[in-house]
């Protein structure tokens, strides 16, 4: 496991040398939708459609809590797309341990530190909608009871 300065020397060489050749995406679609329509057992989830960057969110108890879920997504996108990690590659990876409640937790996943640094900021949300994390996990947790689809939304 990383210690905590060398996730930071480990996050300034991938921001140093960040993939500057892509260009923001002309809308960034975000859809709410039942767990059940995710391609696979994740609370959120991204695609890369031509121009547009589309994001399935699973609709939760509380909105605040898909509205966190949301934050994190966005910015995981980004800071993966800086850091030249394939999405397909997140996906596989994510698709291949269905028995981890959270892949981005592993320390193998390709975007284990981007998660990461992901997290912090939807912790600080749902910190400042005056919510509990433990329960807003209690409640992420509900939703893999739902079997995967084929095909998101």
């Known amino acids: 496991m990383k210690t905590r300065p060398q996730k930071v020397v480990a996050l300034y060489l991938a921001l140093k040398n960040a993939d500057t050749s892509w260009k923001l995406p ?5 859809k709410y939708i039942n767990h059940k329509n995710q391609l696979y057992n994740s609370d959120g989830d991204y695609y890369e459609h031509g ?23 966005l910015v995981e ?5 800086n850091n030249k990690i394939n999405w397909k590659n997140i996906t596989d990876f994510d698709i291949k341990h ?4 959270d892949p981005g937790h592993h320390k193998d996943a390709p975007y284990h530190t981007e ?18 994390w433990d329960k807003y996990e209690k ?15």
């Open 139 to 153: 409640d992420y947790a509900k939703l893999d009871k739902y079997p995967p689809s084929k095909s998101p939304a």
């Open 115 to 132: 998660h990461m640094e992901a997290e912090k900021i939807e912790r600080e949300i749902i910190k400042l909608f005056g919510l509990d």
């Open 98 to 101: 269905p028995k981890f409640l």
């Open 51 to 73: 121009k547009d960057w589309d994001v399935y969110i699973s609709k939760m108890e509380d909105w605040r809590y898909s509205f966190a879920c949301t934050i994190h997504e």
């Open 77 to 81: 996108m980004a800071l993966t797309k």
């Open 26 to 30: 002309d809308k960034i679609i975000i």
